[in-house]
T-cell receptor
Framework: GAVVSQHPSRVICKSGTSVKIECRSL??????MFWYRQFPKQSLMLMAT?????????EQGVEKDKFLINHASLTLSTLTVTSAHPEDSSFYIC????????????FGSGTRLTVV | GENVEQHPSTLSVQEGDSAVIKCTYS??????FPWYKQELGKGPQLIID?????GEKKDQRIAVTLNKTAKHFSLHITETQPEDSAVYFC????????????FGTGTRLTIIP
């Protein structure tokens, strides 16, 4: 079945630094990537959608200059949290969809980001 | 945009009994409705899904029903087991795969041994 690998699983960074999260589709070509943020005991909130080779589409209220999304290849998308602050601490999850009917919304295992 | 409401927020059932979680959606153009199970510290895992041309789908102890007219769909888990304890999310999208999923607020299911 479809597998999406997300790294790192946990990261702690200092306030003001940047953190990059990677999401790889291992056995299919991910034409669309979705990035979510989940605060404790809350639902998944979509941050942005990206199609391979195109600029990401951000949801209302999500700062595109703070959350940089790159989807330069069909197997890799990255989310970079720039100038991280404690309020950016959250669980970040990617989801990949491919161009065939069998590959839709395969989720990564998530990244717990803690900004200190 | 789409709005998905989910009830109840918490549910405790005795092991072996059935659990039902309900969702309603607002966008009549939605036609794909998955259910996810999320365990602590992990990403969501698809457990069952249904598309708008089907009213019911079953996979062993899990079933989903869809009422497009009323815009609601439900998850049914029978013969519950302790390992069913988790948070469950419903979701909806306009098209499988390339349209964004809108998630419900989640249900924390606890199975009492």
């Amino acid at each position: 079945g479809a597998v999406v690998s997300q790294h790192p699983s946990r990261v702690i960074c200092k306030s003001g630094t940047s953190v990059k999260i990677e999401c790889r589709s291992l056995d299919f070509q991910a034409t669309t990537m979705f990035w979510y943020r989940q605060f404790p005991k809350q639902s998944l909130m979509l941050m942005a959608t990206s199609n391979e080779g195109s600029k990401a589409t951000y949801e209302q209220g999500v700062e595109k200059d703070k959350f940089l999304i790159n989807h330069a290849s069909l197997t890799l998308s990255t989310l970079t949290v720039t100038s991280a602050h404690p309020e950016d601490s959250s669980f970040y999850i990617c989801s990949a969809s491919g161009d065939s009917s069998g590959y839709g919304y395969t989720f990564g295992s998530g990244t717990r980001l803690t900004v200190v | 945009g789409e709005n998905v409401e989910q009830h109840p927020s918490t549910l405790s059932v005795q092991e072996g009994d059935s659990a039902v979680i309900k969702c309603t959606y607002s966008d009549s153009a939605s036609n794909y409705f998955p259910w996810y199970k999320q365990e602590l510290g992990k990403g969501p895992q698809l457990i069952i899904d249904i598309r708008s041309n089907v009213g019911e789908k079953k996979d062993q102890r899990i079933a989903v029903t869809l009422n497009k007219t009323a815009k609601h769909f439900s998850l049914h888990i029978t013969e519950t087991q302790p390992e069913d304890s988790a948070v469950y999310f419903c979701a909806a999208s306009r098209a499988f795969g390339n349209e964004k999923l809108t998630f419900g607020t989640g249900t924390r299911l606890t199975i009492i041994p």
